[in-house]
């Protein structure tokens, strides 16, 4: 200890000792790097504590496959004929299988003329995270910091989940969800940036990945709750509204705050209790004399003013990956709502997505440890639009769902996986892009940008209904546009996370992360 203290002491003299009392600041990025370890157990923990809340925010999206589902029907007298729409049909022939509770579309009757109203409540929630990813973002960034806003988002989740229960009818239901979308935006975002500002430069990849998986476990989870409750939507909602609580009461007490936030807020002590707390998990024991560096209360307040419109090199990245997140949000959450326009029974053709999504995170996984993040972004958008092209070749049109066509099922498939890879890939991209003051901010806007593109699918899955090479066509210009846009981006693997727009301005400028032609302020 004493042979560190003396080595810090003697690096001090350039890196900002303190007169007088022998402290050594350095940034956290530098601490964690050189003395609490890149990624040991405590970073293993904490990650997986963080990310288990990834499960209430996929289920919480995707809820609506089951509750706003077009149950099948069936003939009551000898005038039905099950080849007719039950649009021609008398009232009184036919009835739903399973009962008029089993989902809001048999419920409150959402068929024949009013069929687009089916498509409101779920539109409604994505622009609910729309507005609520922009409120969550600031609230991180700069109020509440990271953890309180998970847990704010958490109970607020359970709070509209249950409300959602109880609505009476199709309008307050869409309120509702507008609600819940509001809630749930919080998740994601700042879970992503918690666990990747605990971790090494090295390590941002994979960690990033680890809440793409439990997002994937809740999502695999769903036609598990739902089954059991097929008979009742409102019960589905009731029991998705509990798990979030009990996370926030027994589990999220036990997370530890971003020390990066906390340094950059100017309290250094607790951040330097974060640091102390993760080196002694990971059996080591930080220098007496070592303190996190904090910026000055003039620079606190100069750093406040910044905003990713403030540098053109800033406001140019951040709509590049707002457009990009445009269309993969609309082919993402449009391919996975869509599943009830394949020839498939539902619940198999969710939980087979949901299982597709494991070899996604796990392939992400072991491809960002190594390769380049745009390249890795920008094949697997391809892939995932050529996947949805060919949907369309195989399409077998209006075949029972008992003969469902395992081509087209196949490429579905292929295509959802890949687009969840470049779905991942974009949020670990967006996090190395901006720096620490305004990371959650452009995080929330890449989250709006993916939000609005999930907030017009629903529509289109509506529509293919009718048609459902409509919605295949729309998925795959979209994928491919997506990865075109990727090329204005620059490359960020194993560059630091900066703190400020300033010192990322000038580090890139010195030591440039992008193409020769990508230059910073042109």
Known sequence: MEAEAEILVGRGKGLGEREGDGKVELSVDEIIEEYVGSFGFSQLLHAFLVSLAWMFDSQNTLVTIFSDKQPSWRCLDSSCSSSKSFCELNPESWEWIGGKDSSTVAEWNLICDHKFRAGIPASLFFLGS?????????????????????????????????????????????????????????????????????????????????????????????PLMAYPTRHSWRTLYKLISLLPLVYSLLILPFVSESPRWLALKGRSGEAMEVLNKYAKQNGKALP???????????????????????????????????????????????????????????????????????????????????????????????IAGISSVLCIIFA??????????????????????????????????????????????????????????????????????????????????????????????????????????????KEEQLNPVSDPEIELGK
């Not at 991209?429 to 990371?439: A, I, K």
């Open 130 to 222: 729309l507005v609520g990813s922009a409120v969550h973002g600031r609230l991180a960034d700069l109020y509440l910091g990271r953890k309180k806003t998970v847990l704010f988002s958490c109970l607020l989740t359970s709070i509209t989940a249950y409300l959602t229960s109880l609505a009476p009818n199709l309008w307050v239901y869409a309120l509702l969800r507008f609600s819940n979308g509001f809630a749930r935006s919080g998740i994601g975002i700042c879970c992503l940036v918690l666990t990747t500002e605990a971790v090494g430069r090295k390590k941002r990849g994979q960690v990033g990945q680890y809440g793409f998986f439990f997002f994937t476990v809740g999502f695999l989870s769903l």
């Open 396 to 505: 077998s049109g209006k075949k029972s769902k008992s003969k469902g066509n395992w081509a087209q099922l196949t490429w579905e498939s292929i295509g959802f996986m890949a687009a969840s890879t470049a779905f991942d890939v974009m949020y670990i991209y967006c996090v190395e892009l901006f720096p620490t003051n305004l990371r959650n901010i452009a995080v929330s806007m890449l989250r709006q940008a993916l939000m609005l593109g999930a907030a017009i699918a629903p529509n289109l899955v509506v529509l293919g209904r009718l048609s459902p090479n409509i919605s295949f066509v729309v998925f795959g210009i979209l994928a491919i546009f997506s990865g075109l846009l990727s090329f204005w981006l620059p490359e960020t693997r194993n560059a630091p996370l900066y703190d400020t727009l300033e010192q990322q301005e």
């Open 288 to 382: 007496v004399n070592l303190a996190v560096s904090t910026p000055s209360e003039k620079k606190q307040s100069e750093d406040l003013k910044e905003s990713l419109w403030s540098k053109p090199w800033a406001t140019k990245r951040v709509i590049n990956v707002m457009a990009a997140g445009f269309g993969i949000g609309f082919v993402y959450y449009g391919i996975q709502l869509n599943v009830e326009n394949l020839n498939f029974d539902l619940y198999f053709s969710v939980a087979l997505n949901a299982l597709m999504e494991i070899p996604a995170v796990f392939i992400g996984s072991v491809l960002l440890s190594f390769t380049d993040r745009r390249p890795l972004f920008s094949m697997s958008a391809y």
